[in-house]
């Protein structure tokens, strides 16, 4: 459904985005949102964050800049205003992250016409979730190894399997499979298909992190039934789909760009500061300290390269390669993250140690949290020395590994 207004520039939509924002941001949940998409799990989280997502689709800052015919709004070079103006706005996260971030490229990029006119509607408002069905216990970083196999049987495929670290899978109504249909082509041999959660077969198990969060599952397919027509692209042509859809989760995609979450790279900074200023080290706030003030000096240095680099990369001119500098960004950013937290851990001390719910904990213990839920960046979607290996081979031309 289009937004029925025009707008003349980005700087009107700029300015209509933070009006709406101000005037619909909903108040906060009565149980404290988790700190990322990632970790939620309660139904009511859920249900606000569905309910959160369909107006901001409905107002026109989800699916902005994608074609009217597949339920977007149809505008051109609007979707990063929109989502920066959501992420300045401190509002809550998309719940459907995965949706959005990686099937909307997938179909748009692969998928037939029916599905990119089935699926992206109920994408985009959120009523349907996604889940990423990649990883298994033994294929992550090498993820051509999977074992989980699909058998055809008339119009359809019988899957089995096991699926790990599956990411939202307990309250999403769609999975992103890949699963063996030939046994003796690695890469080859692997097929794309959209697998309903509620199949009969398709069970979910929670993983628990060291946070004490769960979000993540195991989840076991047991002959379970995937019509044909939910394959995306040739069989066999799985491994090529699933590099796009990788491509998009490393940040490199061209799809919706509408993954907003409530926090920017400079966002976590200041909020560092804050936490220096107001932190007494040694009698004095912790800003004063040399070694705090250095560290913090370096993050800012790296994290002011990062956003202008964002900048940067909308022009393809100075992009030196196409993916270079998306790739890096999940790379750089995902550690950065990781450092401030370490930083603001060093300034709280033995404090740090007090954690979630411990009444006399800084900031109720969010920055051991954090610093604990920063590994998720560093590892999910290919852990930082893979990125480093694809960026090593595929964007510096270095010799490949084996
Ligand atoms: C919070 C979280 C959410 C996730 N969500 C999902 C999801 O929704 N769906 C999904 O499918 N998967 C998901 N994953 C899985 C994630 O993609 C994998 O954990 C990741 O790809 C690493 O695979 P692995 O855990 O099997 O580690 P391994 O591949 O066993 O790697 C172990 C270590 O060895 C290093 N290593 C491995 N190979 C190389 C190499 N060639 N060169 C250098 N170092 C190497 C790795 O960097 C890592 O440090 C999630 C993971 C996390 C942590």
Redesign the pocket.
């Known amino acids: 459904m289009a937004l029925d207004q025009q707008f003349s520039d980005q700087a009107e939509f700029a300015a209509y985005c933070r009006e709406w924002l101000a005037d619909n941001r909903p108040d906060p949940t009565e149980i404290p949102l988790p700190q990322a998409a990632?970790e939620v799990t309660l139904t009511e989280h859920r249900d606000y964050l569905v309910d959160w997502q369909k107006k901001c689709f409905e107002a026109g800052l989800i699916a902005t800049d994608l074609p009217l015919e597949y339920g977007g709004h149809g505008f051109d070079g609007f979707q990063r205003v929109a989502t920066s103006e959501v992420q300045k706005a401190g509002a809550p996260y998309f719940i459907n992250w995965?949706g959005l971030g990686m099937t909307v490229p997938t179909l748009l990029a692969h998928g037939t016409e029916e599905q990119k006119r089935q699926f992206l509607p109920t994408i985009f408002s959120g009523e349907e979730i996604w889940?990423?069905?990649?990883?298994e216990p033994g294929?992550?970083?090498?993820?051509a190894s999977l074992q989980s196999k699909a058998e055809k049987q008339g119009d359809h495929w019988v899957v089995n399997g096991s699926?790990?670290?599956?990411?939202?899978?307990a309250l999403a109504d769609w999975m992103l499979l890949l699963a063996r249909t030939d046994r003796d082509d690695k890469y080859g041999g692997i097929t794309y298909f959209l697998c309903r959660m509620d199949a009969p077969g398709v069970s979910v198990i929670p993983i628990y992190?060291m946070t004490g969060e769960s979000?993540?599952n195991e989840v076991h397919l047991e002959n379970v039934v995937v019509p044909d027509h939910q394959r995306i692209d040739e069989v066999g042509a799985g491994w090529k789909v699933a590099m796009s859809t990788l491509t998009s989760e490393r940040g490199a995609g061209t799809g919706v760009g509408a993954v907003a979450s409530s926090d920017s790279p400079m966002s976590h900074l200041d909020r560092l500061i804050g936490l220096a200023k107001n932190t007494p080290k040694n009698g004095r706030p912790a800003w004063d300290d040399p070694v705090i003030r250095d560290r913090i000096v370096k993050l800012y240095v790296r994290v002011s390269g990062v956003v202008e680099n964002a900048r940067r990369s909308r022009v393809r001119d100075l992009n030196g390669g196409a993916m270079r500098l998306p790739l890096q960004f999940k790379l750089v950013n995902s550690e950065i993250l990781q450092e401030a937290h370490q930083v603001a851990l060093s300034i709280l001390g033995p404090a740090a140690s007090l954690y979630v719910g411990d009444p006399d904990a800084v900031d109720n213990g969010k920055w051991a949290l954090g610093y604990m839920n920063t590994?998720?960046s560093t590892?999910?979607?290919?852990?930082?020395?893979?990125q480093r290996?694809i960026l090593g081979e595929r964007v510096l031309g270095l010799p490949k590994?084996k």
């Open positions: 990632y995965i889940c990423q069905g990649f990883s294929a992550g970083s090498d993820l699926k790990i670290w599956n990411s939202m899978g992190k979000g993540f590994y998720t590892i999910s979607g290919g852990s930082s020395e893979i290996n590994t």
